[in-house]
């Protein structure tokens, strides 16, 4: 059977937060796609960018009402135009480049209704293939800004499995589980905080779940946690320096990995864990009336 791997770049890029500024959505397509390019020169097949990447839309800039105060968002103030052509843009050059990129973005619905917020997920050929839409939202993103999303989403790059996170979604570890249960290699969870607990809670489950993690945050919060890759097992194999710049961390995933830890965790603890959730140990379980056993001596 042919080698399964694949060489993985997960970026920090400096993200916009103001979704009218439009020279600053321009600024933010191009450092994109310096980034991929960069990725591609180092051999890299799927790129990950972090939440919101071409603009993460802050409250107090779309939700704001006269007196500073939490209002529905008026998402006709953003330059929706910008948004598309920059997002026409990175995907162009991910056919070009042969490489599949994955990037967030506010994604419009029909008025009313309210935005999605999004990973856009482009094919090597230049093609939106999926998007993953957010499913679990803070309060305030309910409330004031985004619709929630409902469904899961896998996709297969050269036999990887990948499924997709944002954020919050850390917070979830059922969203984790769902996708051990759907046989996902690796999670791409982008997030838009500043907030060193959560890249943590992102290398547990690569402890808990036995895939890569893919993690993957704004160039302006990696001083307090890069971005980077964790294999299964939970070491990091990869990580963005914490200066504050854009930057690529690269690694491979390789299903036929020789590495003992990565070995231990995909070839033995996943599986094991597996049939002990399956059942295993309940033909194993004492046979009778357990009340019997109950007492204070040893």
Request: glycine fraction near 8%.
């Amino acid at each position: 059977m042919a080698r399964k791997t694949l060489r993985l770049a997960v970026a920090q890029s400096t993200v916009p937060e103001d979704p009218t500024d439009r020279g600053a959505l321009r600024a933010a397509g191009q450092e994109i796609r310096a980034l991929m390019a960069e990725a591609a020169e180092a051999g890299a097949r799927l790129v990950q960018f972090c939440e919101g990447s071409v603009t993460y839309p802050s409250k107090h800039v779309i939700a704001a009402g006269p007196a500073g105060e939490l209002v529905p968002a008026d998402w006709s103030r953003a330059a929706w135009d910008v948004l598309r052509e920059e997002a026409e843009s990175i995907a162009a050059l991910a056919g070009k480049l042969g490489l599949w990129t994955v990037f967030g973005s506010i994604h419009p619905l029909t008025p009313p209704n309210r935005p999605h917020n999004s990973l856009y997920i482009v094919s090597d050929h230049g093609q939106l293939v999926a998007r993953y839409d957010k499913r679990f939202l803070s309060h305030t993103e309910v409330s004031f800004l985004y619709s929630p999303g409902h469904q899961p989403l896998v996709i297969e790059v050269d036999g990887i499995r990948f499924g997709f996170a944002l954020c919050i979604e850390a917070n979830f570890p059922e969203i984790f589980a769902e996708y051990e249960r759907m046989d996902a290699d690796c999670v791409l969870l982008s997030v838009m905080v500043d907030d060193a607990p959560r890249a943590r809670v992102a290398q547990a489950y690569g402890t808990l779940y036995n895939y890569w993690i893919g993690y993957a945050i704004p160039a302006q919060f990696s001083a307090t946690a890069p971005s980077g890759i964790v294999a299964p097992g939970g070491r990091w194999l990869a990580r963005c320096p914490a200066n504050g710049h854009p930057a690529l961390a690269i690694a491979d995933i390789d299903l036929d990995s020789q590495d003992e830890d990565i070995t231990m965790a995909v070839r033995r603890a996943r599986p094991w864990r597996r049939s002990a959730r399956a059942g295993l140990y309940d033909e194993r379980t004492p046979v009778g009336d357990p009340r019997s056993d109950v007492g204070t001596a040893f």
